[in-house]
């Protein structure tokens, strides 16, 4: 039987191990649209079919400009398929109303999240929308989702852009976040963010895809908002010491200014029964993108989230080209956070070092969870480059690092169909060779990922970076 550490250990990739620069100071870039069959190494499981859906920010210089920061660039969504064993890619630009004027323009025209440009204005938050966080399967639909805008609607085979997707009519270029909750009835939760009117909107979709309930809930001091998770009874934001400081000639980040001298992170919490305010917490102050899942214990909400130490919005500013530099300047740990609603205090507890992307099965999101898979750093510069698989309640880790030279995207958990626990089935996520520009979809048994992939499908060419994505099992 092949042992599956010499396996990743890429002999059969002819892959080196080497020290090398991080993805983060490295960024890959789109020259245009990708198509291709992957070579499998290793057996993909007969019963893992599917596509899996990913996006990020694939261009970020235009007319020799070059963009400040990481979550600037246009989004260009990727499709990988799974099926009968065999694996093949699909990337394509979201052809949002930004990247097309600009694109004709030989320039870019509009102020982006890090970046301030003063050439056109917007008329509303869709002129600057650039599709880039993640990638939606709903409905029949899929949907390029972004911080500040409406969604855009993708062709699911083709990735074509058929346009902005308006949920309702008097919604039409409201924020919809890049992170939706799926609910048990295959209805959605989701939110949007109106930094500096510290007012946050709340959306509930049912399965069909129409607005069943929404609601303008006044936060003070309210800033970006990336993640929240949804628990059997709330939902439950994360909320960041910034001050808003806006000015004509700053990008929303240079408008962001780390108050945690002064003001804690607080726990923001809503009835989902009334969409009102319920309660608020504090904690140390720290920054934070992505939270894990949520849900009810007794008198109590229990929550993960990856906690970062400092202005994390700082350390995803874009380095220049080829410049070295670890992912992130400080340190973040994977927690699980405890809502007491009658003392009015909440308590954490640490389940891992350095991480991020922390994501949990779809069968669990917003029920009781033992399982939460997260991307960490196995080495001393914070680079993530391992998949790790936590037991929240012993905090012990089923863990892989792929080694120097690698760096690990956002991994998945993908159920069997009947699956009877949450590890019943596989991890599937991608991974970039830094040095020798491979691009390779991985896939993990989920009950043991310390054996290292149990097949690899490696692109032709090097595919660009993605934030985000969805598995949609066919």
Request: proline share 5%.
């Amino acid at each position: 039987m092949t042992n599956r550490r010499q396996f990743i250990s890429f002999a059969a990739l002819g892959l080196a191990s080497l020290p090398l620069p991080s993805l983060a100071a490295a960024l890959i870039e789109s020259t245009g649209d990708q198509a291709g069959q992957a070579t499998v190494l290793g057996r993909m499981p007969a019963d893992l079919n599917g596509i899996f859906y990913r996006n990020g920010p694939g261009r970020f210089e235009l007319g020799g400009e070059r963009y400040r920061h990481w979550f600037d660039g246009d989004g260009f969504a990727q499709r990988w398929q799974i099926s009968d064993g065999k694996v093949s890619h699909t990337g394509r630009f979201v052809a949002t109303q930004k990247f097309e004027e600009e694109s004709k323009a030989g320039r870019f025209l509009y102020s982006a999240f890090g970046t301030h440009i003063g050439r056109k204005g917007a008329k509303n938050n869709d002129a600057m929308n650039t599709a880039n966080t993640n990638l939606l399967p709903f409905n029949g639909g899929v949907y390029a989702l972004w911080e500040g805008g409406s969604a855009t609607e993708l062709d699911p085979q083709t990735l074509a852009t058929r346009g902005i997707k308006t949920w309702r009519a008097d919604l039409k270029a409201m924020p919809f976040s890049a992170h939706p909750k799926a609910d048990p009835d295959g209805g959605l939760w989701n939110f949007g963010t109106m930094p500096g009117a510290d007012r946050l909107m709340i959306y509930r979709l049912n399965a069909k895809g129409e607005v069943t309930r929404t609601a303008m809930i006044p936060v003070a001091d309210l800033n970006m908002v990336h993640d929240f998770v949804v628990s059997g009874r709330h939902l439950v934001f994360l909320l960041a010491p910034y001050d808003m400081q806006p000015a004509p000639d700053r990008s929303l980040a240079d408008s962001m200014h780390w108050a945690g001298a002064r003001r804690p992170l607080r726990a923001v919490v809503i009835s989902k029964d009334t969409l009102a305010l319920r309660q608020v917490f504090e904690l140390p102050a720290r920054s934070v993108f992505h939270l894990g899942n949520a849900y009810e214990d007794g008198a109590c909400t229990r929550l993960d989230a990856v906690l970062h130490d400092g202005d994390a919005l700082r350390t995803t500013s874009l380095p220049a080209r080829d410049s070295l530099r670890p992912i992130a300047d400080y340190r973040s740990n994977t927690v699980q956070i405890t809502l007491d609603y009658a003392s009015g205090q909440a308590r954490e507890a640490r389940l891992f070092g350095v991480s991020e992307f922390p994501r949990v099965a779809p069968q669990v999101v917003s029920a009781r969870h033992r399982k939460l898979l997260v991307l960490g750093a196995s080495g001393k510069e914070l680079i993530l480059d391992s998949v790790n698989l936590i037991d929240t309640d012993s905090g012990k880790a089923d863990s892989y690092a792929f080694g120097s030279g690698w760096e690990v995207e956002e991994h998945v958990l993908v159920p069997r169909r009947g699956a009877r626990s949450e590890t019943d089935g596989y991890v599937v996520g991608v991974a970039q060779h830094t040095h020798h520009r491979q691009t390779v979809l991985t896939v993990f048994d989920a009950h043991n990922i310390k054996a290292g992939p149990r097949a690899l499908a490696r692109l032709p060419y090097r595919a660009p970076l993605c934030f985000h994505g969805n598995f949609l099992a066919t």
